[in-house]
């Protein structure tokens, strides 16, 4: 009875229920409608149909709506260099990273790939491929064949079709890169053909133009935000750069994290990896700090991350690079770990410290002597490789230009830096281009009259190793040796033959420079030779379009200078020779006889 009794109380308990609050009729209760009134506008023209707005027009019966169809862009690789990624290249021959790469990235900006097949550098092929290509795509994205090289097919053939708009731009990597219109309005993008290069510029270039053609409304640009460097990043005198990097959200401090890709060439396509954001480095002198500011153009997905989670990246990129940077001979690229294993100051490793002898900086310039690199008709290529083989091996940059084919200039800028190392030592200059036997090659000549002191043995060094590799170094004419404490080698101007040259040297050079540094600039001095001062400050004055003039010229020599001598450095200058005697009578009256005047 007991039992039944306390069932009864339990089950009245759990029929009751309490009420704190008062309710309202219609509580909690959707009505008709109330979503979206009726006569309203759901998406509006433009508006880009994602998973949500397809929601939208299912809860509004709207099965069908016009859209923008996705443009279709089609990608062809051109060179006669280049395999199928699923062939094994012969001698001679690289894999087409370029095509798969690009179809992969139209796909991922928005449009529809079209693979067109390689072509060879055959200019009636390839204008025959190109215009078969034209009819069944809206855009045409190719690869290489827009540099400087007579079998580089693609810019003329472009200006045949259509309107060249840009056939070169300011921008690290990227410089030859090309756009145009064909005569029906289809759109020709020409990348380079180094694959770091091509993607970087399709980023820059061509997404803008395939989300337009899909119907974006307004800018179709890259999203910028700022980001927070963990490197040095060294900037380009010249162009800005876009640097590879990866992108982090730092949870912890709230910012954007930039980490590089490593070294950072244009034909590296490991620069791409993991790469999610391109850095903007503005061009100019000196380097971004680490913790510094840069701009980034966001080209992927962005992970989260806490500080330690970021710290442990950071540990493994830096065990990344110094592996690399041991087995890679670029050592001394722009933004990785190993910049700073050597400072600026040159004094090295902290296992050098308790040395007794402190060691020298070794400060070096070069100077690349090109018409073309000088109007920017191609991208100078053997001071920025002399460059990063000088820092590997502890030399800091001081100076780095480029100037034409004339002697003037190269003797100004000889003469300035020289001057320049009078306040901070200049060890070595190195001059890369104007050494072979066009009619335009003058460095040798415009060098030999600076130098105080010639090195041959620095000449014979360099053709050894040359010649062991091609005949054809028998034409280099290189000068070498010292003006003042300044070493002033002439290198050849392709970059494998400079590299090559240099690389020669590297065993002896710094040895050499460090001997040098001890001795007393002379061609600075009041108290210099006529042989040496004299000739230097004589031969600068030669001039194109010009007549000279030289009397009283014997013994013969002339400030240490033959007659034919002088006579082959005036004709090189492009000067006219008028007359070389003996005496003042020879040529007339009125010539005076003391040829320092």
Same mark, same amino acid.
């Given at each position: 009875?007991?039992?039944?009794?306390?069932?009864?109380?339990?089950?009245?308990?759990?029929?009751?229920?309490?009420?704190?609050?008062?309710?309202? =009729?219609?509580?909690?209760?959707?009505?008709?409608?109330?979503?979206?009134?009726?006569?309203?506008?759901?998406?509006?023209?433009?508006?880009?149909?994602?998973?949500?707005?397809?929601?939208?027009?299912?809860?509004?019966?709207?099965?069908?709506?016009?859209?923008?169809?996705?443009?279709?862009?089609?990608? $062809?690789? #051109?060179?006669?260099?280049?395999?199928?990624?699923?062939? @094994?290249?012969?001698?001679?021959?690289?894999?087409?990273?370029?095509? +798969?790469?690009?179809?992969?990235?139209?796909?991922?900006?928005?449009?529809?790939?079209?693979?067109?097949?390689?072509?060879?550098?055959?200019?009636?092929?390839?204008?025959?491929?190109?215009?078969?290509?034209?009819?069944?795509?809206?855009?045409?994205?190719?690869?290489?064949?827009? !540099?400087?090289? !007579?079998?580089?097919?693609? /810019?003329?053939?472009?200006?045949?079709?259509?309107?060249?708009?840009?056939?070169?731009?300011?921008?690290?990597?990227?410089?030859?890169?090309?756009?145009? #219109?064909?005569?029906?309005?289809?759109?020709?993008?020409?990348?380079?053909?180094?694959?770091?290069?091509?993607?970087?510029?399709?980023?820059?270039?061509?997404?803008?133009?395939?989300?337009?053609?899909?119907?974006?409304?307004?800018?179709?640009?890259?999203?910028?935000?700022?980001?927070?460097?963990?490197? +040095? %990043?060294?900037?380009?005198?010249?162009?800005?750069?876009?640097?590879?990097?990866?992108?982090?959200?730092?949870?912890?401090?709230?910012?954007?994290?930039?980490?590089? #890709?490593?070294?950072?060439?244009?034909?590296?396509?490991?620069?791409?990896?993991?790469?999610?954001?391109?850095?903007?480095?503005?061009?100019?002198?000196?380097?971004?700090?680490?913790?510094?500011?840069?701009?980034?153009?966001?080209?992927?997905?962005?992970?989260?991350?806490?500080?330690?989670?970021?710290? =442990?990246?950071?540990?493994?990129?830096?065990?990344?690079?110094?592996? !690399?940077?041991?087995?890679?001979?670029?050592?001394?690229?722009?933004?990785?770990?190993?910049?700073?294993?050597?400072?600026?100051?040159?004094?090295?490793?902290?296992?050098?410290?308790?040395?007794?002898?402190? /060691?020298?900086?070794?400060?070096? *310039?070069?100077?690349?002597?090109?018409?073309?690199?000088? @109007?920017?008709?191609?991208?100078?290529?053997?001071?920025?490789?002399?460059?990063?083989?000088?820092?590997?091996?502890?030399?800091?940059?001081?100076?780095?230009?480029?100037?034409?084919?004339?002697?003037?200039?190269?003797?100004?800028?000889?003469?300035?830096?020289?001057?320049?190392?009078?306040?901070?030592?200049?060890?070595?200059?190195?001059?890369?281009?104007?050494?072979?036997?066009? *009619?335009?090659?003058?460095?040798?000549?415009?060098?030999?009259?600076? %130098?105080? /002191?010639?090195?041959?043995?620095?000449?014979?060094?360099?053709?050894?190793?040359?010649?062991?590799?091609?005949?054809?170094? $028998?034409?280099?004419?290189?000068?070498?040796?010292?003006?003042?404490?300044?070493?002033?080698?002439?290198?050849?101007?392709?970059?494998?033959?400079?590299?090559?040259?240099?690389?020669?040297?590297?065993?002896?050079?710094?040895?050499?420079?460090?001997? =040098?540094?001890?001795?007393?600039?002379?061609?600075?001095?009041?108290?210099?030779?006529?042989?040496?001062?004299?000739?230097?400050?004589?031969?600068?004055?030669?001039?194109?379009?010009?007549?000279?003039?030289?009397?009283?010229?014997?013994?013969?020599?002339?400030?240490? /200078?033959?007659?034919?001598?002088?006579?082959?450095?005036?004709?090189?200058?492009?000067?006219?020779?008028?007359?070389?005697?003996?005496?003042?009578?020879?040529?007339?009256?009125?010539?005076?006889?003391?040829?320092?005047?």
């Amino acid at each position: 009875e007991d039992a039944t009794d306390n069932d009864q109380q339990q089950q009245q308990q759990q029929e009751r229920v309490r009420v704190t609050q008062a309710s309202e =009729a219609g509580r909690n209760i959707r009505q008709v409608g109330s979503d979206i009134a009726a006569g309203s506008v759901v998406l509006r023209r433009g508006q880009r149909v994602g998973p949500g707005e397809v929601g939208v027009l299912a809860a509004v019966g709207v099965t069908q709506v016009r859209v923008y169809r996705r443009p279709r862009v089609g990608v $062809m690789s #051109t060179g006669d260099e280049l395999v199928d990624a699923s062939e @094994k290249p012969k001698y001679g021959q690289v894999r087409d990273s370029n095509g +798969p790469m690009l179809l992969a990235a139209i796909r991922e900006a928005g449009g529809e790939p079209v693979k067109i097949p390689s072509m060879t550098d055959d200019e009636l092929g390839l204008r025959q491929r190109m215009v078969d290509a034209l009819k069944d795509v809206d855009v045409v994205i190719t690869s290489g064949g827009v !540099s400087m090289g !007579s079998r580089d097919l693609v /810019k003329p053939l472009l200006e045949e079709l259509g309107t060249v708009h840009f056939g070169r731009v300011r921008l690290k990597p990227g410089k030859p890169t090309t756009f145009a #219109t064909t005569k029906d309005g289809k759109l020709a993008f020409a990348l380079p053909g180094n694959p770091a290069s091509a993607l970087v510029t399709f980023h820059l270039f061509a997404v803008p133009a395939i989300r337009k053609l899909a119907g974006n409304p307004g800018s179709c640009r890259r999203t910028i935000v700022q980001a927070r460097t963990v490197r +040095p %990043l060294k900037r380009d005198s010249v162009r800005p750069e876009f640097h590879r990097a990866t992108l982090y959200w730092d949870a912890s401090w709230r910012d954007f994290v930039a980490i590089s #890709t490593g070294f950072q060439r244009s034909s590296r396509v490991l620069s791409m990896r993991a790469a999610n954001a391109l850095m903007f480095v503005p061009r100019g002198s000196g380097t971004i700090e680490a913790n510094g500011t840069v701009d980034a153009y966001l080209i992927g997905d962005v992970e989260h991350v806490s500080s330690d989670e970021l710290a =442990a990246v950071v540990a493994r990129e830096q065990e990344a690079v110094a592996a !690399s940077s041991g087995a890679s001979s670029h050592r001394g690229c722009d933004c990785t770990a190993h910049e700073a294993k050597e400072g600026d100051d040159g004094r090295g490793s902290s296992e050098n410290k308790n040395k007794k002898k402190k /060691k020298i900086p070794l400060n070096a *310039a070069v100077l690349t002597v090109s018409d073309r690199a000088s @109007k920017g008709v191609y991208e100078d290529l053997s001071g920025p490789a002399l460059i990063k083989l000088l820092e590997s091996k502890g030399f800091v940059i001081r100076h780095r230009d480029v100037v034409p084919d004339d002697a003037l200039q190269i003797q100004d800028r000889i003469r300035k830096w020289c001057n320049d190392g009078e306040v901070e030592p200049l060890h070595l200059l190195l001059t890369t281009g104007g050494t072979g036997f066009a *009619a335009r090659d003058i460095t040798p000549e415009a060098t030999r009259p600076l %130098l105080d /002191k010639e090195a041959p043995g620095l000449v014979v060094a360099m053709m050894m190793k040359s010649l062991s590799v091609t005949p054809h170094a $028998m034409l280099s004419r290189s000068a070498a040796g010292l003006r003042g404490r300044t070493v002033i080698v002439n290198l050849p101007g392709s970059v494998k033959g400079a590299v090559e040259n240099l690389e020669a040297l590297l065993p002896a050079l710094p040895h050499g420079v460090k001997l =040098a540094a001890a001795v007393p600039s002379s061609s600075a001095s009041s108290s210099s030779s006529p042989s040496s001062s004299c000739a230097a400050r004589w031969y600068s004055f030669l001039q194109p379009g010009r007549v000279y003039v030289f009397t009283n010229l014997s013994p013969i020599r002339l400030f240490d /200078k033959t007659t034919d001598e002088i006579k082959s450095l005036m004709g090189t200058a492009q000067t006219q020779v008028y007359a070389i005697a003996s005496s003042a009578a020879s040529v007339g009256d009125g010539v005076p006889e003391d040829t320092t005047n």
